[in-house]
């Protein structure tokens, strides 16, 4: 009888043996994942796009009479001094005594010239009046952003009205001395193509040659016509500016341009340097233009025009090199975020899967602003919560996960 239950027993403990097997083989094993905490800190909100730097005001310079001109010996990075570098020199043709239709032409153009100084005169003063109002606003605001009276975003709209003001007024300036400069030109080459005027060679000194100098300090960016040859009135010759002086461009799509305000701060990164540089929207173009990106889609995109800041150090960029913008559209210091890669769709609704007891909990959420790493979680979520990166399609309600990681 003894024997007979140690049998039975034994029966017993193998076939519990083979249940407790089959019941851990078809147990569905732990899925490995990686989490993330929810946490709370700081979140900006950008517009990243590839853009180049030009310097903003360009000349070319052209020829005010027709006749040989002398070739050119300045070379592309030259300096040039205003009302001192001889640019080019012409040796002007001789004037038909009969030509009254050269003679009209050259009067004309001198009363063009004496027209542009008078308006880029009365624009630089216009500018000057808005300049100075500017700056009056700058100043009551810096008062009342010490006594926080107003925002820093109102402040620092103030500011960037004053900057793109000055900076209007720095172009009508300019505009107004390469108007005097025209006129001067257009009046010496009347002199020219009068009867009674100078020739292009004189019996008692030989060629009479019509001197054209810089009218701007700066570089000689290109040199338009390099050899000696036969030109008519208007032809470019050369090309001049100041490296220095530099702006950058960055055409965004139109519906990225719509969230972008002159004052909005910009980094720029990739340039060559081992520090971003820092910069400030100007000027957003009202105008809108077609391109066809790389994959082949027409796009509407608009041309952003970002100032470099005082303090950013771009004596090593020139004109036409590259940078990424990245403008930041929204910013805050203390948010509640998640990463991106945590979320995923769920009935129309942001979701994602909350680790609790090793096991996971499909959590919807409300998601406010967001970029491509981070986004901010307005409810549904609390700091310290721990949340699945990259769920996978094996993963589901309840299922019992093993983290790998962590972060």
């Known amino acids: 009888m003894l024997m007979k239950w140690a049998r039975r027993s034994i029966w017993l403990l193998l076939l519990a043996a083979l249940v407790a097997g089959a019941v851990y083989t078809f147990q569905p094993s732990p899925v490995p994942v990686d989490v993330a905490m929810v946490v709370r800190g700081p979140l900006e909100v950008t517009i990243d796009e ?33 009302g001192e570098t001889i640019l080019a020199m012409i040796q002007p043709s001789n004037p038909d005594l009969l030509d009254a239709r050269s003679l009209a032409q050259a009067k004309a153009r001198v009363r063009a010239s004496e027209a542009a100084v008078n308006r880029a005169k009365s624009r630089c003063d216009k500018t000057k009046v808005e300049r100075d109002q500017a700056d009056k606003d700058l100043q009551r605001a810096q008062q009342l952003i010490e006594s926080r009276a107003i925002s820093p975003s109102e402040f620092e709209k103030t500011q960037a009205e004053f900057r793109s003001i000055n900076e209007l007024l720095r172009s009508a ?135 470099f800041d005082e303090s950013s150090p771009q004596d090593a960029l020139g004109d036409g090199y590259r940078v990424e913008a990245r403008m930041v559209v929204w910013s805050a210091d203390d948010v509640v975020k998640v990463p991106t890669s945590a979320l995923f769709r769920e009935r129309n609704q942001w979701a994602v899967f909350v680790v609790e007891n090793n096991r996971v909990v499909l959590t919807r959420v409300t998601i406010g602003q967001r970029n491509d790493r981070e986004a901010e979680v307005v409810d549904g979520l609390a700091t310290g919560d721990a949340v699945v990166l990259h769920p996978g399609d094996n993963l589901v309600d309840g299922a019992q996960i093993v983290a790998r990681e962590t972060l």
């Open 50 to 82: 590839d853009g180049k730097t030009r310097i903003k005001e360009k000349y070319i310079v052209s020829t005010p009479v027709g006749g040989r001109l002398q070739r050119i010996e300045l070379r592309e990075g030259d300096p040039v001094q205003s």
């Open 173 to 307: 300036e300019f505009d107004k001395e390469i108007a005097l400069f025209e006129l001067d030109l257009a009046r010496a080459a009347l002199v020219h193509v009068q009867p009674d005027g100078p020739t292009g060679y004189s019996e008692e000194s030989g060629p009479i040659f019509f001197e054209i100098r810089s009218p701007i300090n700066g570089v000689v960016l290109r040199v338009l016509q390099e050899s000696s040859t036969i030109v008519s009135p208007g032809t470019p010759i050369v090309e001049l500016g100041d490296h220095r002086d530099l702006e950058i461009v960055v055409d965004v799509l139109s519906t990225d341009a719509v969230k972008i305000s002159p004052g909005t701060q910009v980094r720029l990164e990739q340039w060559g340097g081992t520090t971003a540089l820092r910069g400030t929207v100007r000027l957003i173009e009202p105008s809108a233009f077609e391109k066809v990106s790389a994959l082949g889609v027409e796009e509407q995109r608009v041309n952003v025009i970002v100032d």
